[in-house]
């Protein structure tokens, strides 16, 4: 193996360090605009949802469903885009909101399913990091997380922007102002600056052949994106389970020398994972856990997280950014660059 450059994930570091930045920007200039499309949606009354997305921004819409689910009571459904771009479905969406969150807005299968749903009677909206995307243009409503240009192929910032925007969008249909979120930047500052603790944890997957994380409720697409960070990075096979679905099987594939991270949300996500993590114990798994202190305490080791003050609701803001740092120790412990992971492109052209 070639001695790791001096230059290695020095894109990815800076583009994690600018999120409490971008989150700052998003509450004190993005929030306005993004009250007046909520306004303009919620006039028309939709009575489902469908959300629309890949890989990273896949994860950002489900964080979305339980957002509108829970927070509305709005039904909500993962589209899969080959029924009308392969197979040339064209069901009857009016009154239906399609969300369609994508980093670039580049992706041919995203545009031409954008374009069918509005076609199909949809109101369409496009949650992109590029307002001048063909997503944006084929979208009869747009919302711009202006997390700025992200260079490294791991997406951090474009991640934690989208679910920020997510959270307002939601919060004003509902009529809500979104005010608890305005304690996410300085939080956010305060965890990034935690690297030590992260880099500590990473010593622990220097050599691992399997990871497996898991939660549930909102903490669930925390799981899916830490797991996606970890295989594009390190190329570790991390898999991702709701903690319900972990005991329906694949829990017969933890021992004790199997690496388990649990995302635990303070609140009834956290809970309703409790019975899950006694059976980890119960089998002897190396388990780390990313939440509140009591439950680090009771784990092989831990990341605290600050989220007495922050609803559940948020917490998935802050419990992405010590597994991003995550990912990206134990990519360079490895000998390998995270800015430059192999076979990937920023833009996925899937059709």
């Known amino acids: 193996m070639s001695p790791l450059s001096e230059q290695a994930g020095r894109i990815m570091a800076a583009e994690m360090a600018e999120q409490p930045t971008v989150l700052r920007r998003i509450l004190e200039q993005g929030a306005p605009r993004i009250r007046a499309v909520a306004d303009q949606i919620s006039a028309r009354s939709p009575r489902f949802v469908l959300l629309t997305a890949r890989g990273t921004s896949d994860n950002a819409a489900l964080y979305a469903k339980y957002l509108l689910e829970i927070r509305l009571g709005l039904p909500c459904g993962l589209a899969s885009m080959s029924t009308t771009t392969a197979y040339g479905a064209r069901p009857d969406l009016r009154d239906v909101l399609v969300i369609t969150v994508s980093q670039s807005g580049g992706s041919p299968d995203l545009v031409d399913s954008t374009k069918a749903a509005r076609d199909a009677g949809a109101i369409t909206l496009a949650v992109t990091n590029n307002p001048d995307s063909p997503l944006a243009a084929v979208s009869e409503h747009h919302i711009d997380i202006l997390a700025g240009p992200e260079k490294a192929l791991p997406a951090t910032k474009t991640y934690t922007a ?35 603790e992260v880099k500590q944890l990473a010593s622990r997957y220097r050599f691992a052949e399997r990871m497996v994380i898991t939660s549930r409720g909102y903490g669930y697409p925390t799981a899916k994106e830490a797991a996606l960070k970890l295989m594009e990075t390190s190329y570790i096979p991390a898999l991702s389970y709701s903690g319900a679905d972990l005991l329906h099987g694949p829990l017969a594939m933890v021992d004790n020398i199997s690496p388990v991270i649990a995302v635990v949300t303070d609140g009834v996500g ?13 089998r002897g798994a190396d388990l780390v856990v990313i939440g509140p202190r009591e439950q680090v305490a009771a784990a092989s080791a831990g990341f605290e997280l600050p989220t007495s003050d922050v609803p ?13 740092l995550l990912a990206y120790e134990v990519t360079i412990a490895r000998g390998q660059d995270p800015d430059a992971p192999r076979a990937l492109a920023k833009v996925t052209e899937t059709h």
């Open 312 to 324: 559940e609701e948020l917490q998935p803001i802050l419990e992405i950014l010590p597994l991003q």
């Open 162 to 196: 989208s679910l920020l925007s997510l959270y307002l969008f939601v919060e004003g249909l509902r009529g809500g102002d979104g005010a608890e979120a305005a304690v996410l930047p300085d939080l956010a500052a305060e965890l990034l600056a935690r690297g030590d």
């Open 270 to 282: 956290g809970e309703a994972l409790q019975p899950v993590l006694d059976r980890l114990r119960g």
